[in-house]
C-alpha cells in the first residue's frame, strides 16, 4: 500500500542494484582479424560491463565490438564495409557498441543483457572477419 | 642419367637443403610466421577494398602493409646477412608492387586493372614468402581470421 509513495522517494532504488553485475572481457587475436573467443555468455537482464582489448602491437589498425541481432548481422555488415565501419549512434541494428581503438588499448561498454537468444558481435571496420557470438541465456 | 640433368637434380637438392637448414636455423619463427601472416592479411584486405570499390582506403592499406613489412625485418634482423639481404629484397619489391596498386588506386580507380595489378603483387609477395618454409608460410585457404593460423 505504501509502494506508490515509497518509490518517487527512492525507496525502489534497491530492485536496480539487485542486477547481476557480470564482467566480460574479449580481445583482438593480437594484430591478426580476429577476436580471441569468439564466444561470450552472459545471463538475461544482467548488467554486463564488457572489456574489449586491442591487443595488437605491429600494424595501425582500429577495432571495435559492436552487438547486433542475428537477422540484422548481413545487413549491417554490408553497410559497414561501404561507409568504412562508422557506426550510427542511433542505429536500430545496434544493441550496443564500444567506441573504436588502437593497437595496446582498451575500451569498455556497459549494457543490460537483451532477452535469451544468440546474439553475433562483430568489429565494424571488419565486419566480415571479425565475428562471435553472445550467448544470453535465462 | 645425363650428367647435365644430375647437376641439375644436384643443384635442386643443395638449394633445398640449404634453405630447410637456414629455416631450421631461424631464430625467431613465430614472430616470422606472424610478419608473413600480417602480409598475407592486409594483401586480402586490399582485395576486399578494390572488390569493394572502397578505393580512397587503398592507400591506408598500404600503409597497414608497410607496418607488417616492418614486422618481418624485425623478425629476420638477428639472421645471417646473406639470408637478410635476400629478404630484404623480396621484401622491397613486394611493397613496391603493392605500392603501385595503392598509387593506382587514386589515379586509376579501375577495379578490373586494380585486380590485375594486385594479383602482380601477390605474385611478387609469394616469391617472399617461398624464401621462408612451408610450416611459416600464412595458409591462402583458411577462413580470413585464421589464415596463417596454427593447423593443430
Known sequence: MLAPLLIPLGCGRGQKSAQKVVDLYIETDGDFIAFKTDTLTCPTGALVRLTFHHAGRLVTVRHNWLLTRADQLEALSKDFAANDGVVARDDPRVITATPLCDKGESVMVQFTAPSPGDYPFLCSTHPEDMRGILHVTK | ?152
Not at chain 2, 643443384?11 to 637443403?17: C, E, M, P, R, S
Not at chain 2, 619463427?29 to 582485395?47: A, C, E, H, Y
Not at chain 2, 570499390?53 to 607496418?67: L, S
Open chain 2, 1 to 152: 642419367m645425363k650428367p647435365v640433368r644430375i647437376a641439375a637434380l644436384t643443384t635442386i637438392g643443395l638449394a633445398l637443403v640449404m634453405a630447410s637448414t637456414v629455416a631450421a636455423q631461424l631464430k625467431s619463427p613465430d614472430d616470422v610466421k606472424t610478419g608473413l601472416r600480417l602480409l598475407m592479411q592486409v594483401s586480402n584486405d586490399f582485395k576486399r577494398q578494390i572488390t569493394a570499390k572502397n578505393f580512397a582506403r587503398v592507400p591506408r592499406e598500404f600503409k597497414e602493409y608497410t607496418e607488417s613489412a616492418d614486422a618481418v625485418r624485425t623478425a629476420v634482423k638477428d639472421e645471417p646477412a646473406a639470408f637478410k639481404a635476400k629478404v630484404e629484397s623480396s621484401l622491397k619489391a613486394a611493397v613496391a608492387a603493392y605500392q603501385k596498386v595503392s598509387d593506382m588506386s587514386s589515379t586509376t580507380p579501375d577495379a578490373d586493372k586494380l585486380m590485375a595489378e594486385h594479383a602482380k603483387a601477390v605474385t611478387v609477395m609469394n616469391a617472399l614468402f617461398n624464401l621462408f618454409p612451408p610450416e611459416l608460410r600464412p595458409d591462402p585457404n583458411a577462413p580470413a581470421g585464421l589464415r596463417g593460423a596454427p593447423k593443430n
